[in-house]
């Protein structure tokens, strides 16, 4: 990959998105293109091919898309499947015709089977049935690979997936309607340690594992796939290490400051029991993360500090 190649990264300003510009700066990438989705809404299939026609990218990274946790997936199930296939059919389609040399699509571990063995490994892809909650966003994101995979099987394009596990870090979702775990427990923490440390509500009973990547690491992971041909359709991004979710709330608590009282209200949704990626894939060709969780909440608490005031509502 020459420093001058068009790199046209979807979702930019996104917390993926714009980890992955970062990463890409840094490179020494020069020719970066960007879009907001008020100048181009990627659910717009003529305007998508318009503009990488004018455009010419010589690789699109994919990190546009409709993201959200149990909460979300769950009221806004329509947004949740149809404007995540738009956006990627949109871009997946228009990249194959306008001939761009690679295409990098971004799923998530929400796409395998809920109760697949652990760790969970790519070909437990369309093994047994989904977690009901996020099937919606999942179904999408399966139909994002296969498309991929079709077109790298029947014309030999370099067109590849990576799916990354929970990711959290700096530019993260703080929003509590929308937000992942991470994220929201952050905020939660901080604001009840404000309030003179009251106690904390958190959602299920704690027990789930659950692993996290910075996403600063998912980035490098993205430039990794750049800048190498990849021999398999589909890979797998994540440390290969889990936690509880109580596990988690306490180190996060600790990292806070907050020394008031937890309450798990188990009559909240817990989700998958268990979801730890096999990474052996992505390792074995020469990718590993770098910052470890205790490391990574810091960064992202420090972030979250010195940002809060500027935190805009999502709305759906
Ligand atoms: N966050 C995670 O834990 C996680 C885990 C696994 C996989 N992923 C994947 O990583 C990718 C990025 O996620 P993220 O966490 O960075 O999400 P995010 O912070 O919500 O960013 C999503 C981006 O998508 C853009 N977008 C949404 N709808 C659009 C539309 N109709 N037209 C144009 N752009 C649109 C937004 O653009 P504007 O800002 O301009 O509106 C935004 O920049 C997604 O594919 C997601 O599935 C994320």
Same mark, same amino acid.
């Given at each position: 990959?020459?420093?001058?190649?068009?790199?046209? &990264?979807? !979702?930019?300003? !996104?917390?993926? !998105?714009?980890?992955?510009?970062?990463? $890409?700066?840094?490179?020494?990438?020069?020719?970066?293109?960007?879009?907001?989705?008020?100048?181009?809404?990627?659910?717009?299939?003529?305007? @998508?091919?318009?503009?990488?026609?004018?455009?010419?990218?010589? &690789?699109?990274?994919?990190?546009?898309?409709?993201?959200?946790?149990?909460?979300?997936?769950?009221?806004?199930?329509?947004?949740?499947?149809?404007?995540?296939?738009?956006?990627?059919?949109?871009?997946?389609?228009?990249?194959?015709?306008?001939?761009?040399?690679?295409?990098?699509? $971004?799923?998530?571990?929400?796409?395998?089977?809920?109760?697949?063995?652990?760790?969970?490994?790519?070909?437990?892809?369309?093994?047994?049935?989904?977690?009901?909650?996020?099937? +919606? #966003?999942?179904?999408?994101?399966?139909?994002? @690979?296969?498309?991929?995979?079709?077109?790298?099987?029947?014309?030999?394009?370099?067109?590849?997936?990576?799916?990354?596990?929970?990711?959290?870090?700096?530019?993260?979702?703080?929003?509590?309607?929308?937000?992942?775990?991470?994220?929201?427990?952050?905020?939660?923490?901080?604001?009840?340690?404000?309030?003179?440390?009251?106690?904390?509500? $958190? +959602?299920?009973?704690?027990?789930?594992?659950?692993?996290?990547?910075?996403?600063?690491?998912?980035?490098?992971?993205?430039?990794?796939?750049?800048?190498?041909?990849?021999?398999? #359709?589909?890979?797998?991004?994540?440390?290969?290490?889990?936690?509880?979710?109580?596990?988690?709330?306490?180190?996060?608590?600790?990292?806070?400051?907050?020394?008031?009282?937890?309450? +798990?209200?188990?009559?909240?949704?817990?989700?998958?029991?268990?979801?730890?990626?096999?990474?052996?894939?992505?390792?074995?060709?020469?990718?590993?993360?770098?910052?470890?969780?205790?490391?990574?909440?810091?960064?992202?608490?420090?972030?979250?500090?010195?940002?809060?005031?500027?935190?805009?509502?999502?709305?759906?």
């Amino acid at each position: 990959m020459e420093k001058t190649s068009k790199i046209y &990264v979807a !979702g930019h300003r !996104g917390m993926v !998105g714009s980890a992955i510009w970062r990463a $890409l700066e840094s490179k020494g990438y020069t020719n970066l293109l960007g879009q907001t989705s008020k100048d181009l809404d990627l659910r717009n299939q003529q305007a @998508v091919l318009d503009f990488i026609s004018k455009e010419k990218p010589d &690789v699109i990274i994919d990190a546009a898309a409709r993201v959200g946790g149990i909460l979300a997936n769950n009221d806004y199930p329509f947004q949740f499947i149809m404007e995540n296939m738009q956006i990627q059919n949109n871009l997946i389609d228009a990249a194959h015709k306008l001939d761009v040399k690679k295409f990098i699509f $971004l799923g998530s571990s929400c796409i395998y089977p809920k109760f697949a063995p652990q760790p969970l490994k790519e070909e437990y892809l369309l093994t047994d049935s989904l977690e009901p909650t996020n099937e +919606w #966003y999942a179904i999408a994101k399966i139909t994002g @690979v296969k498309a991929c995979q079709a077109i790298r099987k029947q014309f030999g394009k370099d067109f590849v997936s990576l799916m990354p596990t929970n990711l959290y870090g700096t530019h993260d979702n703080f929003d509590l309607k929308t937000s992942h775990v991470l994220p929201a427990m952050i905020r939660k923490f901080h604001e009840a340690k404000e309030n003179g440390n009251t106690p904390v509500t $958190l +959602w299920g009973s704690g027990t789930p594992m659950r692993e996290f990547l910075f996403v600063d690491d998912m980035a490098e992971g993205v430039v990794f796939a750049l800048e190498n041909t990849l021999p398999e #359709y589909l890979y797998n991004v994540g440390t290969g290490i889990d936690i509880t979710i109580k596990e988690l709330a306490e180190t996060i608590q600790e990292k806070v400051g907050h020394t008031g009282e937890i309450i +798990w209200d188990s009559s909240k949704p817990d989700g998958t029991p268990r979801k730890l990626m096999d990474v052996s894939k992505m390792n074995n060709v020469g990718w590993k993360h770098k910052v470890d969780l205790e490391e990574g909440i810091e960064l992202t608490y420090n972030w979250f500090l010195a940002n809060q005031n500027d935190f805009k509502e999502v709305k759906l």
